[in-house]
């Protein structure tokens, strides 16, 4: 079973911008899509980007131009790129499959965006 492991947030000033990770313990080169979600405080978890084993790509409208999310099958990552960041990105970012595998939610990784 793949466990999956969210890193590389942290505060940030409006504007600015971080790169999260995603690594993965197991192969995901046969899994089709892998997404990043997010949840922010009171709200539901939500998808914010998605890819597929081809390349394809897909994002929410908040995040479009935004956000770029990328994945390496050689090395069981994917990525998620954040620039140009507003205080309503501020929420625990989490990857996982998508349509997402209850039994592959990790901890998560806090992004904060305020001056």
């Known amino acids: 079973q793949v466990q999956l492991v969210e890193s590389g947030g942290g505060l940030v000033q409006p504007g600015g911008s971080l790169r999260l990770s995603c690594a993965a313990s197991?192969?995901?080169?046969?899994?089709?899509?892998m997404a990043w979600y997010r949840q922010a405080p009171g709200k539901q978890r939500e998808l914010v980007a998605i890819?597929?084993?081809?390349?394809?790509?897909h994002y929410e409208d908040s995040v479009k131009g935004r956000f770029t999310i990328s994945r390496d099958n050689a090395k069981n990552t994917v990525s998620l790129q954040m620039d140009s960041l507003k205080p309503e990105d501020t929420a625990v970012y989490y990857c996982?499959?998508?349509?997402?595998?209850?039994?592959?939610w990790g901890q998560g990784t806090q992004v904060t965006v305020s001056s």
């Open positions: 996982n499959t998508a349509p997402p595998v209850s039994a592959f």
């Open positions: 197991g192969s995901i080169s046969k899994i089709n899509v």
């Open positions: 890819i597929t084993s081809g390349g394809s790509t």
